[in-house]
């Protein structure tokens, strides 16, 4: 063995542990947070306006984990947003025009119930809540689906519209009770989540959360509203008017 001494000689020194990299350069973490009252871009924008006035010239910043992702599908946010709405109209739209609008009109009331319950939660619209928004298109659309389609049956057998309106409502009450709070208990542990990823699943199960219990309340408050205005500028007539299908089955005098 030879010893070290004779190859050269040892001084401590202090140094960093591990030197993190990021894109194969060398780079230095730093962790934010926006403060109560702002949002994530506009804690984005302070960053970003800060480093270009203290970093060097030679310095450069980047963002990573979720921010990152959050500015780069900010842009797409709206548009996957507007394809989901365009989507669910096609495919409610094989048996009437009219239809879908009745439906979609339930998504703003499921959107309120979501920003609402985020700013309860001191949280921010991120992109786990923008997924959350996208889901809440489907499944506020689902408990109006179950009262339109109820009430233009009853309508096609000679019922008065405003009538066929409450009456689907009051029948349809217990199945989209059922079906909306077993949903709504299944996020809740989402909601309280903890540990690592826990910011993403609380964002989301807020979302939806907020968003399936007000669309589950005023849905059946608004959607039968809904379609009785919507059903009368249809049949161009008022809500005491006889149903096309009755006009067809009566004798002609």
Not at 115 to 143: C, E, H, P, R, T
Request: aromatic share 10%.
């Amino acid at each position: 063995m030879v010893p070290l001494s004779t190859l050269g000689s040892l001084k401590p020194i202090v140094g960093p542990e591990t030197v993190p990299h990021y894109n194969n350069y060398t780079s230095a973490k730093i962790n934010g947070s926006a403060a109560p009252g702002y949002s994530s871009g506009q804690a984005v924008t302070a960053m970003e306006r800060a480093a270009a006035a203290a970093l060097p010239r030679d310095f450069s910043c980047e963002w990573t984990g979720i921010t990152y992702e959050e500015i780069k599908a900010g842009s797409i946010a709206s548009i996957v947003f507007s394809l989901a709405m365009v989507f669910v109209f096609l495919i409610l739209a094989y048996e009437s025009w009219s239809m879908p609008f009745m439906v979609l009109l339930a998504v703003p009331l499921a959107l309120f119930g979501a920003i609402l319950a985020l700013w309860l939660m001191g949280q921010q619209i991120d992109v786990y809540s923008q997924i959350g928004f996208v889901m809440l298109i489907g499944l506020a659309a689902k408990n109006a689906i179950l009262i339109v389609e109820f009430a233009k049956r009853r309508r096609a057998e000679g019922v008065d519209v405003v009538e066929a309106a409450m009456e689907a409502a009051r029948l349809r009450l217990r199945p989209i009770l059922m079906t909306a709070f077993a949903f709504i208990l299944g996020v809740v542990p989402l909601m309280v989540a903890s540990g690592a990823g826990a910011a993403s699943r609380q964002s989301i199960g807020t979302t939806v959360f907020g968003g399936m219990l007000a669309a589950t309340l005023l849905t059946l408050l608004f959607v039968p509203v809904f379609y009785a205005v919507i059903e009368q500028l249809r049949e161009g007539r008022s809500h005491k008017g006889v149903a096309p299908s009755a006009l067809e089955a009566a004798p002609a005098e």
